[in-house]
């Protein structure tokens, strides 16, 4: 059974940083591209980072470059987000995402992240 499980996410104030986590399980993860997206209350949902199946090329929504960053432990099948300098416009349910090069695509249920003070 393919499963994605974020955590990691809560409530933090303006400027701190937070860590999430996505845990893969059902697939092969090295084989997979992973992708943050993130949904705002009322806001469509939109791409935060990206990061190739190796690990070696990452993108990011120009929203949050220099702040965060994605990174990936094929070993432990494992996706994070280190969230840093964060803002109250961050706060959303974020979402762990994986593709393939076959179009074979998984979704998360998302973790929450509060920025406020």
């Known amino acids: 059974q393919v499963q994605l499980v974020e955590s990691g996410g809560g409530l933090v104030q303006p400027g701190g940083s937070l860590r999430l986590s996505c845990t893969a399980s059902g697939f092969t993860f090295s084989m997979f591209a992973m992708t943050w997206y993130r949904q705002a209350p009322g806001k469509e949902r939109e791409l935060v980072a990206t990061v190739t199946n190796t690990g070696e090329t990452t993108n990011y929504a120009d929203s949050v470059k220099g702040r965060f960053t994605i990174s990936r432990d094929n070993t432990k099948n494992t996706l994070y987000l280190q969230m840093s300098s964060l803002k109250p416009e961050d706060t959303a349910m974020y979402y762990c995402?994986?593709?393939?090069?076959?179009?074979?695509?998984?979704w998360g249920k998302g973790t929450l992240v509060t920025v406020s003070s």
């Open positions: 995402h994986a593709t393939n090069n076959r179009n074979r695509i998984y």
